[in-house]
């Protein structure tokens, strides 16, 4: 089954302790990405990653590290958490050899709390 | 600036129909996208429009006009499970999504 794959689903923490949010799709797909959502925001993109060693800057990637070693798997660092990224976090992926129109395939999510 | 207006909140009831418009400011533009989410779950594609006119998929339709900058998407025939948020997205340019807030679709019986 074609899947994307985030974990964990839940996450407290305290702020300063670093953590990893891991992301693996099994579609082959070159394209992966890290969104968070937050109430009346709606989805912001934290970094993107085009193919394996290619990773850039979103929109709000203060704070936030990511890493593209193998094409299935793209994590995501934080490495001193603070409050202000406590949210809803998805990874989504899709395939871009054939064009950029593709949909994308979004994990279930990981919702962090830092206190 | 880029952006991207669609309507917080809507109510209709169950067998009706409704229209979520959506309005986009992009630099360029490769396409507009619609997904529907579920509370507290993942956002899944409903549709995708780059051309003017629109696109019918069983009880969802979408729309759009190039020149006006709006698009929208039109459900018929309500049922409970519809009650979901419905996320409209424009590519620009650089195919980057450029994403709204998101409208909360409330059925009510």
């Known amino acids: 089954e074609a899947q994307v794959t985030q974990n964990p689903r839940y996450l407290i923490t305290v702020t300063g302790k670093k953590l990893t949010v891991t992301c693996s799709q099994n579609m082959n797909h070159e394209y992966m990405s890290w969104y968070r959502q937050d109430p009346g925001l709606g989805l912001r993109q934290i970094y993107y990653?085009?193919?394996?060693?290619?990773?850039d800057k979103g929109d709000v990637p203060e704070g936030y590290k990511v890493s593209r070693k193998e094409k299935r798997n793209f994590p995501l660092i934080l490495e001193s958490p603070s409050p202000n990224q406590t949210s809803l976090y998805f990874c989504?992926?899709?395939?871009?050899?054939?064009?950029?129109?593709?949909?994308?395939?979004f994990g279930n999510g990981t919702r962090l709390t830092v206190t | 600036g880029q952006n991207i207006d669609q309507p917080t909140e809507m109510t209709a009831t169950e067998g009706a129909i409704v229209q979520i418009n959506c309005t986009y400011q992009?630099?360029?533009?490769?396409?507009l996208f619609w997904y529907q989410q579920h509370a507290g779950e993942a956002p899944t594609f409903l549709s995708y429009n780059v051309l003017d006119g629109l696109e019918e998929k069983g009880r969802f339709s979408s729309f759009l006009s190039r020149s006006k900058g709006y698009s929208y998407l039109l459900l018929k025939e309500l049922q409970m499970k519809d009650s979901a948020s419905y996320l409209c997205?424009?590519?620009?340019?650089?195919?980057?999504?450029?994403w709204g807030a998101g409208t909360k679709l409330i059925i009510k019986p």
């Open positions: 990653s085009m193919n394996v060693e290619v990773t």
């Open positions: 989504a992926t899709k395939p871009i050899t054939d064009g950029h129109n593709s949909p994308l395939h």
């Open positions: 997205a424009a590519m620009d340019s650089n195919y980057q999504l450029i």
């Open positions: 992009t630099s360029g533009f490769n396409g």
